[in-house]
């Protein structure tokens, strides 16, 4: 029997917060922790709610989870993201040391990929999960965007 709660299962909830993004304004990118099937973390982009370059949905999720825990480190718990890392999330969840990154989307421009970030060298990294659908969400957000102004 399939388990219900695969990488699909939990990028939707990645995607339900980026959606919510969308709704308040925000690049639409969200993101969840997950440890033992549970998200421990949820977030999506504030950075023009809270006015701060660094409140991106990477970040916000692993401030939640850590809280959760009660611990700095998120070893045995899995990223989900709708696009790829930049390099700042990176750098946080290399230090978070967490086990394994799913996104969506690359990022062609600012992902950590391209840009020369790295993660842990224990984490795994996993790509393309619901790629389609999250860009589409972003393709939207920059086209409306575009035709506001």
Not at 17 to 44: K, S
Not at 78 to 98: D, H, K, R
Not at 102 to 124: C, I, N
Request: charged share 20%.
């Amino acid at each position: 029997m399939e388990d219900p709660f695969d990488d699909n299962y939990f990028m939707k909830k990645a995607m339900q917060e980026a959606e919510i993004a969308f709704e308040n304004g925000e690049v639409p990118v969200g993101a969840v922790i997950v440890t033992n099937n549970r998200i421990i973390g949820r977030a999506h982009n504030l950075t023009e709610r809270l006015k701060d370059v660094t409140a991106h949905a990477e970040m916000q999720a692993i401030t939640a989870a850590s809280n959760f825990l009660g611990g700095k480190y998120l070893q045995g718990c899995t990223l989900y993201v709708t696009l790829e890392p930049c390099q700042m999330c990176a750098g946080g969840l290399y230090w978070s040391q967490i086990s394994r990154v799913v996104y969506g989307a690359s990022d062609l421009e600012r992902g950590f990929s391209v840009m020369g970030g790295h993660l842990h060298p224990k984490t795994e990294v996993v790509g393309g999960v619901m790629e389609k659908e999250a860009s589409e969400l972003l393709k939207r957000f920059f086209i409306q965007r575009r035709n506001l102004n």
